[in-house]
């Protein structure tokens, strides 16, 4: 869970991933930083977390619909509001 990804989400996740001591990415939630990425940029960031393999994606604020797009494409991604209750098993 983060919230704006301003040092990069890529960079986040692998943070996160370290300091739990845990590979598996089952969602990520929260603002992804993507607000008019590079091509560039926005073709690593869907790579990377095309590898990753979470189930789910729940990309909000700070994440423009051109990205939510190219994310829609490698994983289910879904709206993120207030009251929102998740559920993992």
């Known amino acids: 869970m983060v919230g704006c990804a301003h040092s990069g989400i890529c960079n986040i996740i692998e943070y996160a991933k370290e300091v739990c001591g845990e590979e598996r990415i089952i969602d990520i ?21 095309e590898e990753l393999a979470p189930k789910k994606l729940h990309a909000a604020h700070c994440t423009d619909l051109r990205s939510k797009i190219a994310l829609s494409r490698i994983a289910d991604i879904e709206e993120v509001g207030v009251g929102l209750r998740l559920e993992y098993v």
């Open 29 to 49: 939630i929260g603002g992804f930083h993507l607000l008019n990425p590079s091509n560039l940029q926005l073709e690593n960031t869907v790579k990377y977390i």
